[in-house]
Nanobody, 119 residues
């Protein structure tokens, strides 16, 4: 069994910062790519940022220069540092982990954490 859990959401004013974290736990061999997605009300889920096990990163154009993704392989944890937040960043943020377990390789999703940017 693999569990993916996100932490760190909340309410922040425009221009503020938040740091999200996501950890994979359970019985598995290794985590590969770990990604952050978000879904705003009435919109499709979109990729925000991703990071490979080796540390290569990619970002949505809308967050480049404001968000930074990083990971700690020893802790099977990925982070998303979000700076200069805007109201348009308001969404539920989800973590996805590509995990190789005894059952094979598959994507596992967290339950999501709400980020609200409002004055």
């Amino acid at each position: 069994q693999v569990q993916v859990v996100e932490f760190g959401g909340g309410l922040v004013q425009p221009g503020g910062s938040l740091r999200l974290s996501c950890s994979a736990s359970g019985t598995f061999f290794i985590t590969y790519a770990m990604d952050w997605y978000r879904q705003a009300p009435g919109k499709q889920r979109e990729l925000v940022a991703g990071i490979t096990r080796g540390g290569s990163t990619n970002y949505a154009d809308s967050v480049k220069g404001r968000f930074t993704i990083s990971r700690d392989n020893a802790k099977n944890t990925v982070y998303l540092q979000m700076n200069n937040l805007k109201p348009g960043d308001t969404a539920v943020y989800y973590c996805k982990a590509d995990v190789h377990s005894i059952g094979g390789r598959a994507d596992y999703w967290g339950q999501g954490t709400q980020v609200t940017v409002s004055s």
